[in-house]
């Protein structure tokens, strides 16, 4: 007999994200969470967010937080959870437990389940047994088989039950998946599954059912991974005379080595992502295309237009790469789209982290006497500056962290220069060069690129070098390397009085002191 249960799917949609607070968020959780979220704005439904925390000793409300933060930092709302409540809470398992309780019972008195006083070791044994004969383990069914005074006998030796399921014999489970299609499983594959352990502590299994049926959830979109639990939860839904919400099962995500990324925890937490600089709307333009294309191909799409676009069946089953090298293009592209103004905004907390801006800083300018003081060693920097010298690496950075190697040169009193740099610096002829622009950058009576670059090519021709001769010491002088943004747009930025000190100390010591 094939069995498709009471489904249900239709409106108003509802889905949920359901992470264990047992760790930093994993990208695979957040790619799910993200086409959960997709699919509940596409169609006015509502995104709920519970957190699956039955393993006391693991879970932590740290790790409750990093989960909002990381979702909030990609841009991801939920309409009910833990923090923001709702019509269906609570939304931690731990605070549930009665509801597993009342459903435990009822699947008891329903003969659906029965207890199990099997110990461990008595079904290790089992499993090496089976091992041993090369055959899949299944629940050999001993406690399905007691009668009532078997059962009081294993209770008169003090033995505690765990509640197991008794799969029926026979059928196949139907399952018509959102993504991968039909799934047919025979229930003859699938042992007698224990949905409460003896100490009353109910298995995942068990607990999301009662939790997706109580919180009417109409669609679970997980990863491929929860693939084999879905006939297990298709029987417990039937058991419950509950209709099933549809599954969707989005394939896995792998490195480029084709290793599941889940298994490689180094690459796989979002807050990696924000700390290394990547923006919010990059990552979820990255992750949205992952396992899901836009109808017309599009590659950079706003989180607004991925809403617009998304439906599930173009969600692919095939695994997807996650190819770090184009989220760092695609990364790279967005920061050039940036507003200067929100380029320096986002640049800041990175800026203040390395100590190169006083923590104190903000976008609202103020008054001269306002401004906080440069931190040691740093010169002092108003938001206008740091706009101007984030704009000028703009171009080059790829992420905002590489802001602070970039532009560090225009923060710190004192530099270090670069080997190639100094190298630049103790050429034959150089001191000439450098003493003749110091010079002429001292006349100037206005620190702007255009007023440096005229009094840099006075130098070139009057000494009859070429521009290179004259502008890679000087930029090496004045930066401590040899590639910088333009020289004079550089030198404008960074100002008289610093330029002019770097100068005038690389003349002076000409170089042998500047390494
Ligand atoms: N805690 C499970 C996970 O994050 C939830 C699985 C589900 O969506 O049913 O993988």
């Known amino acids: 007999m094939s069995t498709k249960g009471k489904v249900r799917g239709g409106t108003p949609v509802r889905v949920r994200m359901a992470p264990s607070p047992t760790g930093p968020v994993h990208v695979g959780n957040l ?38 933060e990381e979702m909030r930092w990609l841009g991801l709302d939920w309409d009910e959870g833990p923090d923001v409540g709702g019509p269906y809470g609570p939304y931690r398992q731990s605070e549930r437990l009665p509801l597993y309780r009342e459903y435990a019972e009822r699947l008891l008195g329903s003969g659906h389940v029965y207890p199990c006083y099997c110990t461990q070791e008595e079904l290790d044994a089992e499993r090496r047994e089976a091992q041993k004969a090369g055959r899949a ?46 799934i047919d499983y ?34 679970v979109i997980r990863g491929e991974g929860h693939i084999s639990n879905t006939p297990v939860q298709c029987l417990l839904y039937d058991a419950l005379d509950a209709e099933r919400p549809a599954f969707g099962h989005v394939g896995h995500i792998l490195l480029p080595s084709r290793e599941k990324m889940a298994k490689r925890a180094g690459n796989a937490y979002v807050g990696m992502y924000r700390e290394q600089g990547f923006l919010p709307e990059a990552v979820v333009n990255f992750m949205a295309l992952l396992g899901w294309t836009p109808p017309d191909g599009r590659e950079f799409l706003s989180l607004r237009e991925i809403v617009r676009e998304f439906s599930i069946d173009r969600v692919t089953k095939a695994p997807s790469v996650f190819d770090h090298d184009k989220l760092t ?20 907390p990175f800026l203040k982290d390395a ?22 060693g740093m010169v002092r920097s108003d938001f206008a500056r740091v706009t101007w010298i984030v704009s000028l690496e703009q171009e080059r950075v790829q992420t905002l962290a590489e802001i602070v190697p970039a532009t560090e040169f225009f923060f710190r009193r004192e530099i270090d220069y670069e080997k190639n740099a100094v190298t630049a610096l103790r050429a034959p002829g150089v001191r000439d060069a450098l003493a003749k ?36 010491p000087v930029r090496a002088a004045i930066t401590g390397r040899l590639a910088s943004p333009p020289l004079f747009d550089t030198m404008a930025a960074l100002g008289r009085e610093l330029c002019l000190a770097r100068l005038a100390r690389a003349v002076s010591n000409n170089s042998s002191e500047v390494s």
């Open 437 to 472: 622009a110091l010079a002429e950058f001292e006349a100037c009576p206005e620190w702007l690129p255009e007023t440096l670059e005229a009094a840099g090519r006075r130098v070139v021709s009057d000494l009859g070098l070429s521009p290179k001769e004259v502008f890679q």
């Open 137 to 182: 383990y299944k629940y050999g069914g001993r406690c399905r088989r007691l009668d009532r005074a078997g059962r009081a006998a294993m209770e008169s030796e003090g033995r505690a039950p765990a509640l197991r399921f008794a799969v029926p014999e026979g059928q196949v489970i139907g399952i018509d998946d959102l993504i991968r299609g039909r």
């Open 186 to 219: 025979p229930t003859d594959s699938i042992s007698d599954f224990i949905i409460v352990r003896p100490n009353g502590m109910p298995l995942y299994n068990f607990a999301v059912v009662v939790d997706d049926i109580t919180m009417d959830i109409t669609h």
């Open 329 to 348: 293009w695609m990364n790279a592209n967005y920061i050039r789209r940036l507003s200067e103004r929100e380029l320096a905004e986002r640049c800041l």
């Open 355 to 376: 100590g190169l801006v006083s923590r104190d800083l903000t976008p609202d300018g103020g008054r001269e006497e306002d401004r906080p003081p440069a931190p040691p």
């Open 31 to 68: 790619h799910t969470a993200l086409f959960n979220w997709l699919f509940a704005r596409g169609r006015g439904g509502k995104f709920v967010l519970r957190f699956e925390d039955t393993d006391r000793e693991r879970s932590e409300a740290g790790f409750e937080r990093l989960i909002f």
